[in-house]
Structures are given as C-alpha cells and as structure tokens.
C-alpha cells in the first residue's frame, strides 16, 4: 500500500479500479499532395465534423454541469472558425502543398506558442483550447484518437485533463479523477466540482497503477495505491456516513432556514438560463438570487433581439411564481467574449472594457435589456442587478436611463413593475469603500466574492502560480463584507452575497454573524447550506 499526497478539488471518497487516461497517439507526418483542392476539402469535413462535435459536447455539458461550465464549448467552436486559424491551414495546404493534417498541427502549434508566450495569464490559457481543438481535427482526419473508453465504474489517472475529454467521459462508471498537471481553477476542475466528483491534482502519476485498486480520498488529499483490506473497510464506511448525510440533507426540503437562535436567512440559487429552474425547484431554493443574463449573448451569432430576451425572463418570472427573480445585466468582456462586440484585445482584460462599461457606454445595447427586462416584470417578482459598479455616478447614470425607458413603455402602454427592485454587485475594493453612498442610491446588494477576492488581493484567480496564496478567507476580504453588510444596514437595505463563498458552509455562521441577509448559490448547495444555517446558533 502506497500514499501520494495531490490538491484535493472536490471533497469525498472513491474507491474502485484505476483506469490510466493514456490518449492513443496520433503520428502526423508531413506528405506531398498535388491536389491542394482535395486536401481543402478534407479539411472542410473535419472541420465540419469537429464543430458537431463540440455543440454535442456543448449540449451534454449543460444537461450535466449547466450552462457556466458548458460555455467552454462554446468557445472552442468560435476558435475552430476564428479567420486567422483557418487562413493559416489552408495557406500551408495551397502554397506549401501539405496534407491536411500536418497543415492543421503546424498551424495549431504555432498558434498555441503564441499564446503561451503572451504575460497575459487569461491568454496563455488560451494556448490550451488551440491544442484541445487542433487534436479534435486531427484525430477526425486520421481516425481515432481521444481516451479510451470506460467499460467499468473506474478512477481515471492522467497527466492531464481538457475539458472536452473530461465531459466525454461516462459519468456512470466514472468514480473519481486524478491527474499531475491542471489547477484547482481549470475548466476541468470546475467541471469535477460540478459533477460532485472526488478529483485530486499535483499527484506525481506512474502508469504501473492501471488496474490496481485506488481510493481517492478528496478531504485529505491523498491518493492510495493498493489499499489494504483494512483500509478498504474504513473508507466504505466513510461513504456510508457521507451517503446518510445526503439522505439527511433530503429532509431539509420543505424546511425554514433559521438558525438555532432565530436568525432567518434566505437562500436563493444561481443559475444560468431558464434550463437552470428544474434544479432550483428539485433543490428547494426560496429564489433565484443570480441569473446570469449573458448566456442569451453567449448563445448567439448576433444580437438577442428584445423579445427573445423578453420571452426567457418572463419564463424564468412565472415559473418561480412569485418568488424573487435577481436578474443581472449584461456581463460581457474579460473571460466572456462575443464575436459580434467587437471588443478587441485588451492587455489586462479582468480589469478592462467589460460588464456595467459596456452597457453604459453602448446604450442601445443596454435600452434594449432594460426592456425587456421591465416589460417581464409584469409577470413576475423581477429584480434586477447591475455589475461591476465602482461609483455612485455610475448608479445614477444607469437610473437616468431606466427612467428613460420606463417613460418609453409607459407611452406605449406596456405594462411593467413602477417599483422595480434594482441593486449592484459589489465586486470591487471601490465599491466596499462606497458602499454607505452607494446604498443610499440602489435598494440591495449582492457581494460577488470571487472577483472581490482578485481584485482585493490582486490575484488572478485563473493563475494556477498563485494557488497557494489565492485565499478567499483572506482578513481583507472578510472584513470588506462585513463592511458592506454593516453599511447596507445603516442604510435600509438588504445585502447578500452571490459568489461561490456564500456556499462555504465554514463560513456559514460568520455571515450570519455579520447580518448577512440572502445567500445565493448553486443549486446543488441549497440543501447544505441550510443544514449550516439550522445548526448554527
């Protein structure tokens, strides 16, 4: 028996067979064709292929791990079909007179080289998704290629992971996942923690362990080899406990969510588009606290017209039914691109031209939400939030045109909400220090923590590098919450927090404690949540 320590990504136990994620090689070589046209050609049909690939991969993902996570799919076949990618190929084709695969190889690889070498961290990601997509088209050209496949309840073990090998992957008969390379903020590791997936990473991996026994312990970090009996009965009853505490968590439904001394908190749940609701409903969540707006512009080639948008939050609205409906605006820009903006390249994106920036500075843009979302409220309990707000002016500039546009339907005769909620997310070190001369100027708050912690620590949080100091916990950052909370209540008005801290049930009692008064978190940690809230005194 034998212990490897890794970074554990998602809590729990596996026990069961190792499975070695050994991908079958594919050998490009580079041969002389006289027919350029044919081998265009080819490369059109793989190309084809590969983008089916991808929506079916894009599709599975939502069903399995919702929208968030499936968008990275999304992005793929926007690169698959970026000008410069496919210029670069079928200019080796023609004037080197190449086949189609060494074309796409020579091309991918100098396209990803690029991007490794830029010190944008966001960019040299990017290196990543032109290998992940360069290898789709190559194994479509040579045939085969891709891990193989589970034929029993099995813990993979690979070097590495990419997103669209980790979707693939039958989540029946996957147990667990350990791999040496990835960070705990990759695609892949959000992908793991979605899927409730014990996942462990930093393990030093030999490939002599396919086929032996592996248990996959997430809460320590340990990954052991060839467990004795012993061991085996001790962690079976660790899933035990685990499996009864789920039961337990079953009986929560239906339940307040007040702790022992009386303190009610709400608990809403985040999602991404109204495919999102059956899981709020399973999960018993009061409301949706975050809706995240930008999937109708993620998901399309052009600009979502005002009555598609109009028709998605007016399902959302009425199937809640009368439950509180947090809808967010527009939050494009950064990690979030859209063709069709037209945004360009930017050398720091995180703190550039993106969400709130955008809306205000393209107001036709933002008219037409506003809309649409004023126009939805009519049938329904809607609120709306605005993000990435850093000062009071801005609050009054979005106000003035909300105005603008309730006066619009008003002489139309179109039926909205006059008492419309509208809050911010306070997301930035500025907006924690405003915070008293902002609340006096919106009617809630919702902290989003996870780009609070980056801008409050200067970290990139898709920087593997700086893992270790990327803490959440951080004296800096609770203090800016409790902050917030402290100056939301002077005020008169309601404060929650909607990023992924609110789900950390270690910190549970501390915002309550600090009077927090609405949590919102993925559907699946509803139920957790409350059992913290009931327990805490």
Sequence with gaps: MEN???KAIYKGVAIGKIVFGSKEKQQVRRTKTEDTAAETARYEAAKEKALEQLQGLYEKALKEVG?????????????????????GIKDKIENQQVNAEYAVAATGDAMAEMFA???????????????????RVINILLGGGGLSRLTEPSIIVAEDLAPSETIQLDKDKLLAFVTELGSSNSHTAIL????????????????AWNGKIGIVDGCKGIFIIDPDEETIEEYKAVQKKDSEKRELLKNLKGKKNVSKSGKKIKLYANIGKPADLGSVIENDAEGIGLFRSEFLYLDSDDFPTEEEQFAAYRKVAETMAGKKVIIRTLDLGADKQADYFNLGKEDNPA????????????????????????????????????????????????????????????????????NIEQGIMIETPASVIMSYELAQNVDFFSIGTNDLTQYTLAIDRQNSKLDNINDSHHPAVLRSIKTVAENAHKAGIWVGICGELGADTTLTQTFLDYGIDELSVSPSFVLPVRKAVTEAD
């Design 4 to 6: 490897f320590s890794g």
């Design 67 to 87: 929208e968030d996570n499936a968008a990275i799919f999304e992005v793929h076949q926007m690169m698959l079909e970026d000008d410069d990618f496919n210029d």
């Design 117 to 135: 070498n830029m010190e944008d961290e966001y960019f040299k990601a990017r290196a990543a998704d032109i290998k992940d997509i360069s290898e």
């Design 192 to 207: 793991a923690r979605t899927m409730n997936l014990p996942a462990l990473i930093g393990v030093k991996i030999d490939k």
């Design 351 to 418: 703190m550039g031209y993106r969400a709130i920036r955008i809306c205000l500075d393209r107001q036709d843009i933002f008219k037409t939400q506003l809309r649409a979302l004023l126009r939805a409220s009519a049938f329904g309990n809607i609120a709306v939030m605005y993000p990435m707000i850093i000062s009071v002016d801005e609050v009054l500039q979005i106000k003035a045109i909300v105005e603008e546009v309730k006066e619009e339907l008003r002489s139309e005769k179109v039926k909205f909400n006059e």
